[in-house]
């Protein structure tokens, strides 16, 4: 499926630019990195971009891009750097972006260190999503270009392709294990069957488990994650994007599990840290290290899968905000009670220094371990109350729909109410259901 290549239309036709980016249509280089003709690279006219330095863009106009891109392999793309180019900086860095709306894309880091033309090969399952909203793959609007620092740049034959038998714009089963447990074992010399490295990848109810535990009772944590995703579909509105597969990751070591997410980042062209805490969710996937205490039990299996169900069904990335971090906390409990949380609860609220104000604590921005007690409580106020249950999925539904967790633009809007009356109901409920 070619998308752009730049012979046929004015430039205006389909691009428009913005920040520090020139752009022009014109007959692109002939030669490649040694100075010979170079048969096999594009002809005619390209896309000649030139930024002083960086943070400019340019996007498909709307109607240009293909807004079904949930089947497609890849995208390809042809660029040129000059010698001269190449001398004067060693890389330049690109985004690659195909927007649903402003503030919400499918994105893809792109350094390109080369001289001459190369031809990219980008496969559409890598490129991951932000914090805002995990986009649908059918309403996408415009692919954009953006120059993350200065250079010059020719670019030609953007193209998307569509393989009807490959996994489309999905991180594949057979990816992850690999990433988290490394490459299969493979048929030896005269081997009539595989070797068994003991991990096993098994699919059940819509949702993927791979662990190498020998241990892991696996149809027990099934039953478990089925009970999980139960509790979660009354509160949360399932979206119309449901083709990514709720996954989790257990891994015997400990060492291996906080060595997963870098990999996984890699795997996106991203940076990401070795996880601090006992789970972690990264882009869909939830993934924890087994535990001698708790076994199959473990609690943090199904909280860290509720973020993985949050994110990949209800299009809510996890962030560690209030929502996430309070639903996942309240379907964790509801499996797993805790016997000294009504304690905890009734402790904190007579701590001022416990608590966090109610608009600081629904910001959308990240929160501490320290307060989910606060988020637990009030996402169950929002959500079980006589007052505000009905209005929970609709809330949630809201809070998708603009790309954040912030509160405060719905509080009137959706609940009805203010922090004053919400921070009174929240702690009256508290003390009707968390006594200690």
């Known amino acids: 499926m070619l998308v752009?290549?730049?012979?046929?239309?004015?430039?205006?036709?389909?691009?428009?630019?913005?920040g520090d980016v020139q752009a022009e249509r014109r007959a692109g280089p002939a030669f490649d990195a040694t100075g010979a003709l170079a048969p096999d690279v594009p002809s005619g006219q390209a896309l000649v971009v030139t930024s002083g330095k960086g943070r400019g863009g340019l996007a498909t106009r709307p109607g240009v891009a293909p807004a079904e891109i949930g089947d497609c392999e890849s995208l390809s793309l042809w660029i040129h750097r000059s010698p001269e180019e190449a001398q004067r900086r060693a890389s330049t860095t690109l985004e690659l972006q195909f927007v649903e709306v402003p503030g919400v894309r499918l994105w893809r880091k792109l350094v390109v260190d080369h001289s001459g033309w190369r031809r990219f090969d980008l496969p559409l399952r890598h490129f991951g999503w932000d914090a805002t909203r995990v986009p649908h793959l059918r309403r996408i609007e415009s692919l954009v270009i953006v120059l993350r620092d200065g250079g010059e740049l020719a670019i030609d034959e953007i193209r998307l392709h569509d393989v009807d038998a490959g996994p489309g714009a999905f991180l594949t089963t057979a990816e992850v294990r690999e990433l988290a447990f490394g490459p299969p074992p493979q048929v030896g010399d005269g081997a009539t069957a595989l070797?068994?490295?003991?991990?096993?990848?098994?699919?059940?109810?819509?949702?993927?488990?791979?662990?190498?535990?020998?241990?892991?009772?696996?149809?027990?944590?099934?039953?478990?994650?089925?009970?999980a995703a139960a509790a979660l579909a009354p509160l949360v509105?399932?979206?119309e994007e449901t083709r990514r597969v709720p996954r989790l990751v257990v891994f015997a070591r400990d060492a291996a599990y906080r060595e997963f997410a870098p990999r996984l980042g890699d795997c996106y062209a991203r940076v990401a840290s070795p996880p601090r805490s006992d789970g972690y969710t990264l882009l869909g996937i939830a993934h924890a290290s087994w535990s001698e205490e708790f076994a199959t039990a473990r609690p943090v299996f199904v909280h860290e899968f509720v973020h993985a169900l949050l994110e990949?069904?209800?299009?809510?990335?996890?962030?560690?905000?209030?929502?996430?971090?309070?639903?996942?906390t309240h379907v964790q409990v509801l499996l797993h009670p805790q016997a000294d949380l009504a304690a905890i609860v009734t402790r904190a609220l007579a701590d001022p220094a416990a608590q966090r104000s109610l608009p600081e604590l629904t910001s959308g921005r990240p929160i501490e371990v320290r307060h989910y007690w606060q988020a637990?409580?009030?996402?169950?106020?929002?959500?079980?109350?006589?007052?505000?249950?009905?209005?929970?999925?609709?809330?949630?539904?809201?809070?998708?729909?603009?790309?954040?967790?912030?509160?405060?633009p719905h509080l009137d809007a959706v609940l009805g109410t203010t922090f004053e009356e919400l921070e009174r109901e929240w702690r009256a409920y508290c003390a009707t259901h968390w006594a200690g």
């Open 4 to 18: 752009l290549d730049f012979e046929s239309r004015a430039l205006g036709d389909e691009w428009t630019a913005a």
């Open 195 to 227: 070797p068994d490295d003991g991990v096993r990848v098994l699919a059940r109810g819509g949702f993927e488990l791979l662990t190498d535990v020998a241990a892991l009772d696996a149809d027990a944590l099934f039953a478990r994650l089925g009970s």
């Open 237 to 239: 509105p399932p979206d």
């Open 312 to 328: 990949c069904r209800a299009l809510l990335p996890n962030q560690s905000e209030w929502l996430q971090e309070g639903l996942a």
């Open 376 to 408: 637990l409580t009030l996402v169950q106020t929002l959500a079980l109350s006589e007052r505000y249950r009905a209005r929970f999925p609709e809330l949630v539904a809201a809070l998708r729909a603009a790309g954040s967790t912030e509160l405060a």
